[in-house]
Protein backbone atom coordinates (compact mmCIF):
# COMPACT_ATOMS: atom_id res chain seq x y z
CA UNK A 1 0.00 0.00 0.00
CA UNK A 2 1.58 2.80 -1.60
CA UNK A 3 0.30 6.98 -1.07
CA UNK A 4 1.20 9.67 -2.76
CA UNK A 5 3.15 13.14 -1.77
CA UNK A 6 3.82 16.28 -3.98
CA UNK A 7 6.99 17.84 -2.84
CA UNK A 8 7.73 21.38 -3.37
CA UNK A 9 11.42 22.68 -2.37
CA UNK A 10 11.16 25.97 0.04
CA UNK A 11 13.70 28.46 0.14
CA UNK A 12 14.82 26.81 3.22
CA UNK A 13 14.43 22.98 2.77
CA UNK A 14 11.19 21.00 1.63
CA UNK A 15 7.18 20.69 2.29
CA UNK A 16 5.25 17.57 1.22
CA UNK A 17 1.70 16.61 1.20
CA UNK A 18 -0.21 13.63 0.33
CA UNK A 19 -2.17 13.63 -2.45
CA UNK A 20 -5.11 11.28 -0.75
CA UNK A 21 -5.26 12.14 2.09
CA UNK A 22 -6.18 15.90 3.65
CA UNK A 23 -3.98 16.88 5.98
CA UNK A 24 -1.12 14.59 5.74
CA UNK A 25 1.69 17.03 5.28
CA UNK A 26 5.17 17.18 6.59
CA UNK A 27 8.60 19.16 6.11
CA UNK A 28 12.34 18.69 6.20
CA UNK A 29 15.95 20.44 6.05
CA UNK A 30 17.00 18.57 3.28
CA UNK A 31 15.29 15.28 1.35
CA UNK A 32 16.67 12.42 3.52
CA UNK A 33 14.83 14.44 6.34
CA UNK A 34 11.95 14.52 4.74
CA UNK A 35 11.53 11.02 3.18
CA UNK A 36 11.78 9.89 6.50
CA UNK A 37 9.23 12.53 7.71
CA UNK A 38 6.62 11.19 5.05
CA UNK A 39 7.00 7.62 5.94
CA UNK A 40 6.37 8.75 9.92
CA UNK A 41 3.73 11.31 8.84
CA UNK A 42 2.01 8.97 6.74
CA UNK A 43 1.70 6.27 9.19
CA UNK A 44 0.88 8.19 12.36
CA UNK A 45 -2.13 10.03 10.01
CA UNK A 46 -3.07 6.71 9.21
CA UNK A 47 -2.87 4.86 12.90
CA UNK A 48 -4.96 7.49 14.11
CA UNK A 49 -7.68 8.02 11.60
CA UNK A 50 -11.48 8.05 13.13
CA UNK A 51 -12.41 4.45 13.93
CA UNK A 52 -15.97 4.89 11.88
CA UNK A 53 -14.48 6.03 8.75
CA UNK A 54 -13.44 4.34 5.51
CA UNK A 55 -9.76 5.37 5.04
CA UNK A 56 -9.08 6.54 1.49
CA UNK A 57 -7.39 4.43 -0.66
CA UNK A 58 -4.35 5.14 -2.36
CA UNK A 59 -4.82 6.50 -5.86
CA UNK A 60 -2.47 6.25 -9.39
CA UNK A 61 0.64 7.71 -9.18
CA UNK A 62 0.47 11.23 -10.96
CA UNK A 63 3.65 12.75 -12.67
CA UNK A 64 5.83 14.37 -10.10
CA UNK A 65 4.80 12.57 -6.94
CA UNK A 66 6.80 10.55 -4.59
CA UNK A 67 5.88 6.86 -3.38
CA UNK A 68 5.61 6.43 0.53
CA UNK A 69 4.35 2.57 1.19
CA UNK A 70 2.39 2.19 4.84
CA UNK A 71 3.83 -0.22 7.04
CA UNK A 72 2.43 -3.88 6.77
CA UNK A 73 1.10 -4.26 9.72
CA UNK A 74 -1.08 -0.91 9.51
CA UNK A 75 -2.19 -1.85 6.14
CA UNK A 76 -3.22 -4.81 6.91
CA UNK A 77 -5.75 -3.08 9.93
CA UNK A 78 -6.22 -0.56 7.38
CA UNK A 79 -7.59 -3.16 4.30
CA UNK A 80 -9.51 -5.14 7.70
CA UNK A 81 -11.09 -1.93 8.89
CA UNK A 82 -12.61 -0.66 5.39
CA UNK A 83 -13.53 -4.56 4.31
CA UNK A 84 -15.46 -4.61 7.50
CA UNK A 85 -17.21 -1.23 6.78
CA UNK A 86 -17.80 -1.56 3.55
CA UNK A 87 -19.92 -4.74 4.17
CA UNK A 88 -22.08 -2.93 7.22
CA UNK A 89 -20.56 -5.79 9.41
CA UNK A 90 -19.84 -4.47 13.33
CA UNK A 91 -16.63 -5.64 14.95
CA UNK A 92 -18.74 -8.34 16.86
CA UNK A 93 -20.13 -10.11 13.89
CA UNK A 94 -17.02 -9.37 12.18
CA UNK A 95 -15.23 -11.46 15.29
CA UNK A 96 -18.14 -14.42 15.03
CA UNK A 97 -18.08 -14.38 11.34
CA UNK A 98 -13.93 -15.40 11.40
CA UNK A 99 -14.35 -17.76 14.35
CA UNK A 100 -12.45 -15.19 16.69
CA UNK A 101 -14.68 -15.89 20.14
CA UNK A 102 -13.64 -12.51 21.88
CA UNK A 103 -14.36 -9.84 20.21
CA UNK A 104 -11.41 -7.76 22.09
CA UNK A 105 -8.98 -10.61 19.67
CA UNK A 106 -10.57 -9.15 16.79
CA UNK A 107 -9.95 -5.31 17.87
CA UNK A 108 -6.26 -5.90 18.63
CA UNK A 109 -6.09 -7.02 14.73
CA UNK A 110 -8.01 -3.19 13.79
CA UNK A 111 -5.28 -2.09 16.15
CA UNK A 112 -2.61 -2.59 14.45
CA UNK A 113 -1.65 -5.97 15.97
CA UNK A 114 -0.09 -8.31 13.45
CA UNK A 115 -2.24 -11.27 12.45
CA UNK A 116 -1.56 -15.14 12.77
CA UNK A 117 -1.13 -16.88 9.76
CA UNK A 118 -4.98 -18.67 10.97
CA UNK A 119 -6.38 -15.17 11.50
CA UNK A 120 -5.12 -13.95 8.26
CA UNK A 121 -6.49 -16.90 6.34
CA UNK A 122 -9.86 -16.19 7.66
CA UNK A 123 -9.69 -12.45 6.66
CA UNK A 124 -8.78 -13.52 3.12
CA UNK A 125 -11.81 -16.19 2.93
CA UNK A 126 -14.55 -13.37 4.85
CA UNK A 127 -12.97 -10.59 2.60
CA UNK A 128 -11.22 -12.02 -0.56
CA UNK A 129 -11.01 -8.43 -2.08
CA UNK A 130 -8.52 -7.63 0.80
CA UNK A 131 -4.93 -7.92 -1.17
CA UNK A 132 -1.85 -9.79 0.15
CA UNK A 133 0.18 -7.48 -2.28
CA UNK A 134 -1.04 -4.27 -1.00
CA UNK A 135 0.11 -4.77 2.46
CA UNK A 136 3.31 -5.74 1.59
CA UNK A 137 3.95 -3.05 -0.77
CA UNK A 138 4.22 -5.10 -3.89
Known amino acids: ?????????????????????KDCF???????????NMA?????????YPENKIIPAPGKKKAGMVEVGVE?????????KNARLAHGLS?????RRLGIENV???QRLEKRTPPTFKNLARVKKL??????DAI???
Not at 1 to 13: A, L
Not at 41 to 46: C, D, K, R
Not at 72 to 80: T, W
Request: glycine share 2%; with cysteine.
Open 91 to 95: QVETA
Open 104 to 106: FSY
Open 72 to 80: PHIAFSILL
Open 127 to 132: FPEISL
Open 1 to 21: MKYHFKVVREKQGFTAWCDEL
Open 136 to 138: FNT
Open 40 to 48: EVLNLYLDT
Open 26 to 36: TCGDDEHELFR
